[in-house]
Protein backbone atom coordinates (compact mmCIF):
# COMPACT_ATOMS: atom_id res chain seq x y z
CA UNK A 1 0.00 0.00 0.00
CA UNK A 2 1.25 3.36 -0.98
CA UNK A 3 1.75 6.21 0.89
CA UNK A 4 0.78 8.46 -1.71
CA UNK A 5 -2.76 7.64 -3.59
CA UNK A 6 -2.92 7.79 -7.40
CA UNK A 7 -5.98 5.52 -9.32
CA UNK A 8 -4.45 2.69 -10.90
CA UNK A 9 -5.55 3.76 -14.29
CA UNK A 10 -6.84 6.74 -16.47
CA UNK A 11 -7.47 6.72 -20.21
CA UNK A 12 -8.03 8.97 -23.17
CA UNK A 13 -8.28 9.25 -26.96
CA UNK A 14 -5.16 11.07 -28.84
CA UNK A 15 -5.86 15.09 -28.09
CA UNK A 16 -7.63 15.06 -25.24
CA UNK A 17 -6.72 15.70 -22.00
CA UNK A 18 -6.41 13.67 -18.97
CA UNK A 19 -5.39 14.23 -15.35
CA UNK A 20 -4.02 12.13 -12.59
CA UNK A 21 -4.50 13.01 -9.37
CA UNK A 22 -2.19 12.04 -6.36
CA UNK A 23 -3.26 12.87 -2.69
CA UNK A 24 -1.17 12.47 0.34
CA UNK A 25 -1.99 13.46 4.10
CA UNK A 26 -0.60 16.04 6.45
CA UNK A 27 2.68 14.46 7.18
CA UNK A 28 3.95 14.75 3.22
CA UNK A 29 1.85 17.16 0.60
CA UNK A 30 -0.33 18.62 3.71
CA UNK A 31 3.15 19.76 5.57
CA UNK A 32 4.02 21.69 2.07
CA UNK A 33 6.53 19.17 0.72
CA UNK A 34 6.97 19.69 -2.74
CA UNK A 35 5.61 16.69 -5.39
CA UNK A 36 7.34 15.76 -8.39
CA UNK A 37 6.15 13.56 -11.19
CA UNK A 38 7.98 11.15 -13.22
CA UNK A 39 7.36 8.74 -16.43
CA UNK A 40 8.12 4.80 -16.35
CA UNK A 41 7.96 3.60 -20.17
CA UNK A 42 9.02 -0.17 -19.91
CA UNK A 43 12.86 -1.13 -19.92
CA UNK A 44 13.72 2.62 -20.09
CA UNK A 45 15.00 4.51 -17.19
CA UNK A 46 12.44 6.56 -15.33
CA UNK A 47 11.96 10.24 -16.55
CA UNK A 48 11.39 13.10 -14.40
CA UNK A 49 8.39 14.56 -16.15
CA UNK A 50 7.91 17.48 -13.06
CA UNK A 51 9.98 19.36 -10.41
CA UNK A 52 8.57 21.31 -7.39
CA UNK A 53 5.05 21.12 -7.72
CA UNK A 54 4.41 22.58 -11.08
CA UNK A 55 8.08 22.94 -12.67
CA UNK A 56 8.72 21.48 -16.06
CA UNK A 57 12.00 20.64 -16.96
CA UNK A 58 13.84 21.43 -20.52
CA UNK A 59 12.80 18.90 -23.08
CA UNK A 60 9.54 18.01 -21.52
CA UNK A 61 6.52 19.01 -23.83
CA UNK A 62 4.77 21.73 -22.40
CA UNK A 63 1.27 19.66 -22.82
CA UNK A 64 2.64 18.08 -19.64
CA UNK A 65 1.64 20.41 -16.65
CA UNK A 66 1.40 19.82 -12.47
CA UNK A 67 -0.66 21.61 -9.67
CA UNK A 68 -0.43 20.97 -5.91
CA UNK A 69 -2.95 22.31 -3.63
CA UNK A 70 -3.91 20.87 0.04
CA UNK A 71 -3.17 17.59 0.22
CA UNK A 72 -3.33 16.75 -3.39
CA UNK A 73 -1.33 17.21 -6.47
CA UNK A 74 -2.69 16.72 -9.96
CA UNK A 75 -0.94 15.83 -13.27
CA UNK A 76 -2.44 16.71 -16.34
CA UNK A 77 -1.64 15.95 -19.94
CA UNK A 78 -2.96 18.71 -22.63
CA UNK A 79 -3.35 17.00 -25.50
CA UNK A 80 -2.44 13.50 -25.15
CA UNK A 81 -0.40 11.62 -27.43
CA UNK A 82 0.70 7.58 -28.10
CA UNK A 83 4.02 8.13 -27.10
CA UNK A 84 2.29 9.14 -23.74
CA UNK A 85 1.24 5.51 -23.02
CA UNK A 86 3.35 5.08 -19.69
CA UNK A 87 3.33 4.66 -15.83
CA UNK A 88 3.18 7.93 -14.01
CA UNK A 89 4.36 8.30 -10.27
CA UNK A 90 4.13 11.10 -7.89
CA UNK A 91 6.73 11.93 -5.09
CA UNK A 92 6.76 13.69 -1.98
CA UNK A 93 8.76 13.67 0.83
CA UNK A 94 7.04 12.48 4.12
CA UNK A 95 7.69 13.77 7.80
CA UNK A 96 6.41 10.97 9.92
CA UNK A 97 8.69 8.28 7.82
CA UNK A 98 11.62 11.36 7.34
CA UNK A 99 11.83 9.69 3.77
CA UNK A 100 10.14 10.16 0.40
CA UNK A 101 6.80 8.49 -0.21
CA UNK A 102 5.71 7.49 -4.04
CA UNK A 103 2.48 6.84 -5.23
CA UNK A 104 1.17 3.59 -6.15
CA UNK A 105 1.40 4.75 -10.34
CA UNK A 106 -1.43 5.16 -12.78
CA UNK A 107 -0.99 3.60 -15.96
CA UNK A 108 -1.93 5.86 -18.67
CA UNK A 109 -3.74 3.99 -21.87
CA UNK A 110 -4.00 6.17 -24.81
CA UNK A 111 -7.04 4.87 -26.78
CA UNK B 1 26.48 13.64 -19.96
CA UNK B 2 25.12 13.12 -16.37
CA UNK B 3 24.90 9.04 -16.61
CA UNK B 4 23.41 6.58 -14.30
CA UNK B 5 24.83 3.10 -15.43
CA UNK B 6 23.79 -0.02 -13.64
CA UNK B 7 24.99 -3.93 -12.79
CA UNK B 8 23.48 -6.61 -14.70
CA UNK B 9 20.49 -8.95 -13.49
CA UNK B 10 20.85 -10.92 -10.24
CA UNK B 11 19.82 -14.23 -8.84
CA UNK B 12 19.73 -14.82 -5.49
CA UNK B 13 18.26 -17.22 -2.96
CA UNK B 14 16.31 -16.57 0.13
CA UNK B 15 18.50 -15.24 2.92
CA UNK B 16 21.10 -14.64 0.49
CA UNK B 17 22.60 -10.81 -0.06
CA UNK B 18 22.58 -9.02 -3.26
CA UNK B 19 25.16 -6.08 -4.05
CA UNK B 20 24.07 -3.66 -7.02
CA UNK B 21 26.26 -1.32 -8.50
CA UNK B 22 25.62 2.16 -10.06
CA UNK B 23 28.44 3.76 -12.14
CA UNK B 24 28.10 7.59 -12.13
CA UNK B 25 29.58 10.01 -14.66
CA UNK B 26 29.13 13.50 -16.30
CA UNK B 27 29.37 15.48 -13.05
CA UNK B 28 30.99 16.13 -9.78
CA UNK B 29 30.48 12.66 -7.82
CA UNK B 30 31.33 14.39 -4.65
CA UNK B 31 28.52 17.47 -5.49
CA UNK B 32 25.65 15.29 -5.16
CA UNK B 33 23.51 12.08 -3.23
CA UNK B 34 22.01 8.99 -5.03
CA UNK B 35 19.20 7.53 -3.98
CA UNK B 36 18.18 3.77 -4.22
CA UNK B 37 14.43 2.89 -5.50
CA UNK B 38 12.91 -0.59 -6.42
CA UNK B 39 9.96 -0.99 -8.10
CA UNK B 40 8.16 -5.26 -7.59
CA UNK B 41 6.41 -7.10 -9.90
CA UNK B 42 2.82 -4.80 -10.35
CA UNK B 43 3.48 -2.54 -7.38
CA UNK B 44 4.45 0.92 -7.48
CA UNK B 45 8.16 2.68 -6.17
CA UNK B 46 9.07 2.36 -2.95
CA UNK B 47 12.55 4.54 -1.59
CA UNK B 48 15.18 2.45 -0.28
CA UNK B 49 17.66 4.87 0.87
CA UNK B 50 20.55 8.13 0.38
CA UNK B 51 23.97 8.27 0.17
CA UNK B 52 26.01 11.63 0.56
CA UNK B 53 28.61 11.57 -2.62
CA UNK B 54 30.59 14.05 -0.25
CA UNK B 55 31.08 11.96 2.88
CA UNK B 56 29.44 8.75 2.39
CA UNK B 57 26.18 9.93 4.79
CA UNK B 58 23.58 7.60 4.19
CA UNK B 59 19.62 7.65 5.29
CA UNK B 60 17.50 4.69 5.30
CA UNK B 61 14.13 4.11 4.89
CA UNK B 62 12.77 2.45 8.46
CA UNK B 63 11.56 -0.49 6.64
CA UNK B 64 15.42 -1.42 5.57
CA UNK B 65 17.36 -0.40 8.36
CA UNK B 66 19.38 -3.57 9.52
CA UNK B 67 18.91 -4.73 5.85
CA UNK B 68 20.51 -2.90 3.34
CA UNK B 69 24.01 -1.07 3.31
CA UNK B 70 25.03 1.48 1.00
CA UNK B 71 28.39 2.44 -0.23
CA UNK B 72 30.67 4.85 -2.41
CA UNK B 73 33.99 4.17 -3.92
CA UNK B 74 35.07 8.10 -5.12
CA UNK B 75 37.97 6.82 -7.14
CA UNK B 76 35.46 4.98 -9.57
CA UNK B 77 32.63 7.85 -8.93
CA UNK B 78 30.15 4.57 -8.12
CA UNK B 79 27.31 3.84 -5.48
CA UNK B 80 26.95 0.58 -4.23
CA UNK B 81 23.39 -1.09 -2.30
CA UNK B 82 23.46 -4.13 -0.41
CA UNK B 83 20.78 -5.74 0.44
CA UNK B 84 21.00 -8.98 2.72
CA UNK B 85 18.47 -11.46 4.31
CA UNK B 86 16.76 -11.63 0.79
CA UNK B 87 13.14 -12.62 1.02
CA UNK B 88 10.88 -13.74 -2.40
CA UNK B 89 9.60 -10.10 -1.83
CA UNK B 90 12.48 -8.61 -2.34
CA UNK B 91 11.96 -9.63 -6.35
CA UNK B 92 12.36 -6.60 -7.55
CA UNK B 93 14.02 -4.11 -10.20
CA UNK B 94 16.03 -1.79 -8.31
CA UNK B 95 17.29 1.86 -9.68
CA UNK B 96 19.42 4.49 -8.49
CA UNK B 97 18.78 8.21 -8.88
CA UNK B 98 20.71 11.13 -7.92
CA UNK B 99 19.45 14.05 -6.32
CA UNK B 100 19.82 17.87 -7.00
CA UNK B 101 22.92 18.57 -4.35
CA UNK B 102 20.72 20.52 -2.13
CA UNK B 103 21.73 18.67 1.22
CA UNK B 104 25.52 17.54 0.81
CA UNK B 105 25.83 15.87 4.34
CA UNK B 106 21.77 14.77 4.66
CA UNK B 107 18.79 14.16 3.00
CA UNK B 108 17.22 17.38 1.66
CA UNK B 109 12.96 17.25 1.54
CA UNK B 110 12.68 19.55 -1.34
CA UNK B 111 15.03 16.83 -3.70
CA UNK B 112 13.77 15.38 -6.65
CA UNK B 113 15.32 12.03 -8.41
CA UNK B 114 17.10 13.11 -11.66
CA UNK B 115 18.28 11.39 -13.69
CA UNK B 116 17.81 7.54 -12.86
CA UNK B 117 19.58 4.02 -13.91
CA UNK B 118 18.08 1.84 -16.02
CA UNK B 119 17.55 -0.36 -13.38
CA UNK B 120 18.84 -3.67 -12.21
CA UNK B 121 16.75 -6.83 -11.72
CA UNK B 122 16.80 -8.71 -8.76
CA UNK B 123 15.26 -12.08 -8.33
CA UNK B 124 14.98 -13.78 -5.57
CA UNK B 125 14.11 -17.88 -6.23
CA UNK B 126 14.90 -20.94 -4.76
Known amino acids: QSVLTQPPSVSGAPGQRVAISCTGTSSNIGADSDVHWYQLLPGAAPKLLISRNSNRPSGVPDRFSASRSGTSSSLAITGVQAEDEADYYCQSFDNSLSGWVFGGGTKLTVL | QVQLVQSGAEVRKPGASVKVSCKASGYNFASYGVNWVRQAPGQGLEWLGW????????NYAQKFRGRVTMTTDTSTTTVYMELRRLRYDDTAVYYCARDQGFGLVMITPSEWFDPWGRGTLVTVSS
Open chain 2, 51 to 58: ISGYNANT
